[in-house]
């Protein structure tokens, strides 16, 4: 069964742009989360999605945002950059939302630079 | 407030020899605790977790963990060593609030394994 995958791997934006992540969970995993690893602050929660719809929200800016669609995949986005956004951004799977807990699993990351 | 804490930026230890890799946690409710591993330019892989049941857990790649109520310890074993568990440890709990996929991780532990 293929893992969680992420694109792109690396990214480099300048401040001021927007970008936009991909993440495809594992097959047949409906919970998508995703995570913002800097050196400074560590592993960050973002957000959750389940089934579309977003279930939880981390504490971070209006800038990021983020979807599930009708097959699970989801995205994220970032508007106008800044340099502290550069970080690791990873995205995890689950097959469920809360309940009896199932671990998620976490995709390779998407390195995003901000010059 | 729910939080982890790992005492230890990094854990030395000779090759053959057990290792440890201490973790704390603050939560309210019954604890959901997780380990998970990086490796460089890697997502995280999970190692084990403990929802209820038997303190000592058994995890993947010869890891174990030990979760102590009373000391709100959940420590990281492993009986003898590789140079290839050389990593970054990461230790996390499940928020209980909203009984959702949100993790909260600790600092991370580097672990060095030497020959």
């Known amino acids: 069964k293929a893992g969680v995958t992420q694109t792109p791997r690396y990214l480099i934006k300048t401040r001021g742009q927007q970008v936009t992540l991909s993440c495809s969970p594992i097959s047949g995993h409906r919970s998508v989360s995703w995570y913002q690893q800097t050196p400074g602050q560590g592993l960050q929660f973002l957000f959750e999605?389940?089934?579309?719809?977003?279930?939880n929200k981390g504490n971070f800016p209006g800038r990021f945002s983020g979807r599930q669609f009708s097959n699970s995949r989801s995205e994220m986005n970032v508007s106008t950059l800044e340099l502290g956004d550069s970080a690791l951004y990873l995205c995890?799977?689950?097959?469920?939302?809360?309940?009896?807990?199932?671990?998620?699993?976490f995709g390779p990351g998407t390195r995003l630079t901000v010059l | 407030a729910q939080s982890v804490a790992q005492p230890e930026d990094q854990v030395n230890v000779a090759e053959g020899n057990p290792l440890t890799v201490k973790c704390t946690y603050s939560v309210s409710g019954n604890p959901y605790l997780f380990w998970y591993v990086q490796y460089p330019n890697r997502g995280l892989q999970f190692l084990l977790k403990y929802i209820t049941g038997d303190n000592l857990v058994k995890g993947s790649y010869g890891f174990e963990a030990e979760f102590n109520k009373s000391q709100t310890s959940f420590h990281l074993k492993k009986p003898s060593a590789l140079v290839s568990d050389s990593a970054l440890y990461f230790c996390?709990?499940?928020?209980?609030?909203?009984?959702?996929?949100?993790?909260?991780f600790g600092a991370g532990t580097r672990l060095a394994v030497h020959p």
């Open positions: 999605y389940f089934s579309e719809t977003q279930r």
């Open positions: 996390a709990v499940r928020d209980s609030r909203g009984g959702y996929n949100k993790l909260i």
């Open positions: 995890a799977s689950s097959l469920a939302s809360g309940g009896d807990y199932n671990e998620q699993f």
